[in-house]
């Protein structure tokens, strides 16, 4: 019971530091985000290499599956993520980026800056529940095929996160009768309307 005591304080320590004590919760998000009703909503994660020396950030969106690989050559920090995320996204027009899902790793500290920057909103998964982001994880494993795992991922030049999310991007997927991520995205870029 004494290393009880001793335990209470220190979470509740950890809760007021935590740089997402501000941040909504998966809980906030409203329900067209749950049922894919309205494209923009995104799920990300980091893939993380041998000892976490080099990662690579994934972005899929709900509704079409499209998928966004983060180039992370040097690190994988904060500023990083954020500055990586803000190139990426911000060449999506503004209905196409409604919403990222992640989860608390440190990796998003600097989520208030993405959100204003890409004029987005940012929710938080509970901790330790990637069945949250499930789409991501999904996306993920797929991606382990050619980003296997205990392999050093900083060895993957931009140029070849581009090649890999294509090819991703243009593999039929049954959830959206058998067309592929790439044209599900197009088909909302060509028709704003229908986002």
């Known amino acids: ?46 893939i993380v290499g041998p000892a976490s020396r080099s990662a690579i950030g994934t972005l899929v969106e709900r509704t079409t599956r499209f998928t966004i690989l983060l180039h992370l050559p040097e690190r994988h920090d904060a500023d990083s993520v954020a500055e990586a995320m803000i190139r990426e996204m ?28 890409l004029a987005t909103t940012l929710y938080f998964c509970d901790p330790r529940s990637p069945w949250q982001r499930g789409t991501n994880e999904n996306t993920n494993r797929l991606l382990r095929f050619w980003l296997e795992k205990g392999t050093d ?4 030049t931009a ?33 704003p309307a229908a986002a």
């Not at 997402?20 to 994660?45: Q, T």
């Open 159 to 191: 140029e070849d996160l581009t090649r890999i999310a294509a090819t991703l991007n243009r593999r039929p997927r049954p959830t959206l009768d058998l067309r592929t991520p790439a044209q599900a995205l197009a088909e909302l870029l060509a028709n």
């Open 90 to 117: 911000s060449q999506l027009p503004d209905h196409l980026r409604r919403s990222i899902t992640w989860d608390r790793g440190t990796e998003l500290a600097e989520w208030e800056r993405i959100q204003l920057e």
């Open 1 to 46: 019971s004494l290393k009880r005591r001793q335990r209470k304080p220190r979470g509740h320590t950890t809760r007021t530091t935590s740089p997402y004590a501000e941040a909504f919760k998966i809980s906030d998000r409203p329900a067209e985000v749950a049922d894919r009703a309205v494209p923009g909503h995104w799920e990300g994660d980091l």
């Open 153 to 156: 991922l900083s060895v993957h």
